[in-house]
Antibody
């Protein structure tokens, strides 16, 4: 059974870079059937899709965040990562990693438990 | 960007009741690229329905989805205790956006 687990700092200072990692078990991030996504949830903005990455390294980002988001893969560790630059309090949210499928990359059928990231000095 | 508006914001119902949740899109959703998720307190969202009416793996048949264009519906035929949760709609026709959620609470 596929499992995803987010990890990273729970507190980031304003203007700095938020970095999170998702570790996948029970499946491979090099599986060509799937995309790997980051989604966040905040009281103010609700659920917001940030972007995804494919096993080739190809990415697709939310246009509203594209200038600040970078995603990458580490196939040796079966992990994928998120970097969000120049964070502000508006980036405070629970961040989820997820798998896209079954018939479209935007159908998020497996999720991590989520990690709360607070932006504060 | 397609904006999704869910109604009502909260529904107070009893177990065993039938419930219909609505989601309206600001512009037409193409290719049936529409989904519903359930989120219980303290948990991640769970995919219920994709492509408007297809149930995700392991989802009971009391959950059904319908709609087209700009108006979509999630129906739960008989509420079970575990169905009291927040439900979100999502479109993946033009970028990928979610509605603000409808909370189904116990009356």
């Amino acid at each position: 059974q596929l499992q995803l687990q987010e990890s990273g700092p729970g507190l980031v200072k304003p203007s700095e870079t938020l970095s999170l990692t998702c570790t996948v078990s029970g499946g491979s991030i090099t599986d060509s059937r799937y995309h790997w996504d980051w989604i966040r949830q905040s009281p103010g903005k609700g659920l917001e899709w940030l972007g995804n990455i494919y096993y080739t390294g190809g990415t697709y980002y939310n246009p509203s965040l594209q200038s600040r988001v970078t995603m990458s893969l580490d196939t040796s560790k079966n992990q994928f990562s998120l970097m969000l630059t120049s964070v502000t309090a508006a980036d405070t949210a629970v961040y989820y990693c997820a798998k896209g499928g079954p018939t479209h990359p935007a159908q998020f059928d497996s999720w991590g438990q989520g990690i709360l990231v607070t932006v504060s000095s | 960007e397609i904006v999704l508006t869910q109604s009502p914001g909260t529904l107070s119902l009893s177990p065993g009741e039938r419930v219909t949740l609505s989601c309206r899109a600001s512009q037409s959703v193409t290719n049936n690229y529409f989904a519903w998720y359930q989120q219980r307190p303290g948990q991640a969202p769970r995919l219920l329905i994709y492509d408007v009416s297809s149930r995700a793996s392991g989802i009971p048949d009391r959950f059904s989805g319908s709609g087209s264009g700009t108006d979509f519906t999630l129906t739960i035929s008989r509420l079970e205790p575990e169905d009291f949760a927040v439900y979100y709609c999502q479109q993946y026709s033009d970028s990928w956006t979610f509605g603000q959620g409808t909370k189904v609470e116990i009356k």
